[in-house]
């Protein structure tokens, strides 16, 4: 038995650096350094246990040998050692070495019609009766490749006018004289464009190109595909939650036409297959015309020497390639048309701002993730500028008087700074801003304290199209003066650094206009409080509030409820995240959240059941408000539990605890846990995937007979 199963996504360019940290990632083991730091790491690792590493989509040969594969595989003093990889080029298996060489056709017609039916839904194809004949012949022109099957057949599923089946596979053999291979690279995008072409708008349609700015195979946050989208402008709603709204609307438009998959948890990630981006790129470039209006190197790495057109480009995509520098251009190749530009992790510091200050036409600027010191004048002069991502480069401290110049800017975010400093009418200049998130990373690193509070939050007030603010508050001075932003749109809000009291009031908070209206993420981090206590003091619940970050409350033994209930408070609360609260004894008043879907609890020391009965609570409220929460059941939507790093968990709830509607539970490094949270009678039939830290885990974890069977 393979006790560790390690599965890499290769892809075109894949180096041997970048598989180094995929493995080392899967395994939990953090980055060594250099390659060779990385493979001795890796070596050493896998040379004592059997393994199997599944590479998918390779391109060219790997040393697998460089990445730290222990040799030789197969079985060796009773280790089972394999490696299985996925390539569309033969040469790739010669030059692997390959043992046994396994040739994936394509489906043959009767399995290629079941898989056709499945996704167009035997509702469609029996609504007139011509359709079941023409979406046979529909078939046949796909070839029998599953991915156009699964594609086009989602896209057929409302199509019960016969005119319309015509058109399809009209459009289907068309796209198959293209070159007379037609299984060749082009004759596929050009089948998949019918998917893309079905899109019921424009907006659904550049939505989709957009996912290709990210990386081959990369794993798409979801909140950083709608701020794009949003910073698009794409998406332009009356307020903010609408937009957001719109946005998550259109990633499931776009799941559904299986143009999007998601991917991890819940709660986090899309991905784009690679031959559904790579046609994304070849419908931006002109369908093959390669006219570079979109310039798209992500991730190809820092080593690879990059040559921009630079006249060309209105996109350009240089993300996560730890670049240092702009590739040069001459006064003759000036880039006049470049409207986007993603920058963000890299290595580029203040100098880049000689070069971007020469992209005159910019409107969309990402460089989170970089080594920029602080805001260059050059960056200010961009005046065409209505995006601007600076989150997470952690040493800028301030916005200097001339970003006033930017008046164009919509959207800006500072995630992430150490933002100290900002100028008396700098902000109330940005006549257009709509968005600004200001939550810095001073309560982690000790930034000291602002001078712009709460004078910023009367510069917001006069703001025409303000829509959403994200704003700290860094100890309870800062934290005393939120009541001068009751009036603004305040989306987010981290409360950290508050160190002198043992109880905390959540009613404190709710007594602030935002908080019921429009606060979507509350953060409390790197505080003292024992106990966060609720009160029966009004009525106020958070109306908006979707997210509760709970992180480094080293003291917080509990949560307290004083009459009122967690139904009644959380009605909208969607996903909980509690890390490193040392003494937390446990969560028992999260199993009646109504809406919660992800929970993860991790590094809670003295934990030793997550979710006990309700005589655990510590709360004080009416039997009626008791009744009323149990009625709904525990968990009654939750989706995905990540429990991880609490050494003292032995067992994760009692007996009256269910999870109807859970898809994904990870359990990892809590080596007390004896019992797995499942009862033959109360299965979770929903269940997708299990994650365990390793074999002995679950082979030490007990529960009723047959439940290790069915799961």
């Given at each position: ?195 893309y072409d079905n899109l019921r708008n424009d907006t659904l349609k550049h939505c989709f190109l957009t996912c290709a700015l990210w990386p081959e195979d990369w794993e798409i946050i979801k909140a950083d595909l709608d701020q794009c989208c949003i910073g698009l402008v794409l998406v332009d709603e009356c307020d903010i939650r609408r937009s957001y709204t719109k946005a998550y609307s259109i990633i499931g438009d776009l799941r559904d036409a299986c143009l999007l998959e998601n ?449």
């Open positions: 038995m393979c006790l560790h199963v390690i599965f890499v996504t290769t892809s075109r360019g894949c180096s041997v650096q970048t598989i180094e940290e995929y493995i080392l990632k899967k395994l939990r083991i953090p980055e060594g350094g250099n390659v060779e730091c990385q493979r001795q790491i890796i070596y050493e690792f896998l040379k004592i246990r059997s393994f199997l590493i599944l590479l998918d989509d390779l391109w060219e040969q790997i040393d697998l040998q460089a990445v730290g594969v222990p040799y030789p595989l197969g079985i060796v003093n009773q280790l089972e050692r394999k490696v299985v990889l996925t390539t569309r080029l033969r040469k790739v298996c010669g030059e692997m070495e390959v043992s046994e060489v396994l040739k994936v056709a394509c489906l043959q017609e009767t399995d290629a019609w079941q898989l056709f039916k499945e996704k167009v839904s035997e509702e469609t194809l029996s609504s007139s009766p011509r359709i079941e004949t023409l979406a046979r012949e529909l078939v046949k022109e796909l070839k029998g490749l599953p991915l156009a099957l699964i594609v086009i057949g989602k896209a057929m599923y409302p199509k019960t006018d016969p005119i319309e089946w015509e058109y399809a596979i009209q459009h289907m053999h068309r796209s198959c004289c293209i070159k007379d291979n037609p299984l060749s690279l082009e004759n596929v995008f050009g089948q998949h464009k019918f998917s991917w991890g948890n819940w709660y986090g990630f899309v991905k784009v297959h690679d031959v559904i981006r790579g046609m994304a790129l070849w419908i931006s470039c002109g369908y093959g015309d390669d006219n570079n209006k979109w310039f798209i190197r992500a991730e190809a790495g820092a080593e690879e020497s990059i040559s921009i057109p630079w006249s060309k480009p209105e996109y350009i995509s240089l993300m996560l390639n730890g670049m240092k520098k702009l590739p040069p251009f001459g006064f003759d190749h000036r880039p006049m048309k470049l409207t986007v530009l993603c920058l963000q992790h890299n290595y580029f510091d203040g100098s880049i701002a000689e070069t971007v200050k020469n992209f005159t036409s910019l409107t969309y600027l990402d460089l989170r993730t970089n080594l920029l010191k602080n805001i260059c004048e050059e960056l200010c002069s961009l005046a065409n500028l209505e995006y601007f991502d600076l989150s997470h480069n952690p040493n800028i401290c301030e916005l200097p008087h001339y970003f006033r110049n930017l008046t164009k800017l919509k959207f800006l975010y500072l995630l992430c700074t150490i933002i100290r400093r900002v100028p008396e009418e700098v902000i109330s200049n940005l006549k257009a801003l709509q968005v600004i998130d200001l939550r810095t990373c001073r309560a982690y690193v000790g930034g000291g304290p602002v001078n712009f509070i709460p004078n910023i939050f009367q510069e917001l007030g006069t703001l025409d199209h303000f829509k959403a603010a994200g704003i700290e508050a860094d100890g309870f001075d800062e934290y005393e003066t939120l009541r001068e932003a009751a009036k603004l749109p305040i989306r987010s809000l981290r409360l950290g650094s508050l160190k002198r009291t043992h109880e905390f009031g959540l009613s404190d908070i709710l007594s602030i206009k935002f908080a019921r209206r429009t606060l979507y993420e509350l953060d409390i981090i790197q505080s003292n409080m024992e106990q966060i206590i609720v009160r029966d003091e009004s009525s106020y619940h958070f109306g908006a509030l979707n997210k509760l970050l709970l992180w480094f409350l080293v003291n917080l033994r509990g949560l307290r409820w004083l009459g009122r209930s967690p139904t009644s408070i959380f009605p909208k609360l969607t996903c909980l995240d509690v890390n490193s609260c040392s003494k937390l004894e446990n969560l028992s008043w999260v199993m009646y959240v109504p809406c919660l879907e992800h929970l993860e609890v991790r590094f809670s020391n003295i934990m030793a059941e997550a979710f006990p009965g309700t005589e655990h609570h510590g709360e004080i409220m009416s039997m009626d408000q008791e009744s009323s929460m149990k009625s709904n059941g525990t968990f009654s939507c939750l989706k995905y539990l990540h429990l991880s790093d609490n050494p003292k968990l032995v067992t994760i709830y009692d007996d009256n605890v269910m999870f109807p509607f859970l898809e994904q539970l990870v359990l990892t490094k809590s080596p007390e846990l004896i019992r797995l949270p499942f009862r033959m009678h109360r299965l979770p039939l929903k269940l997708q995937e299990l994650q365990f830290y390793d074999v002995e885990c679950w082979d030490r974890l007990e529960c009723d007979e047959g439940v290790k069977y069915f799961l």
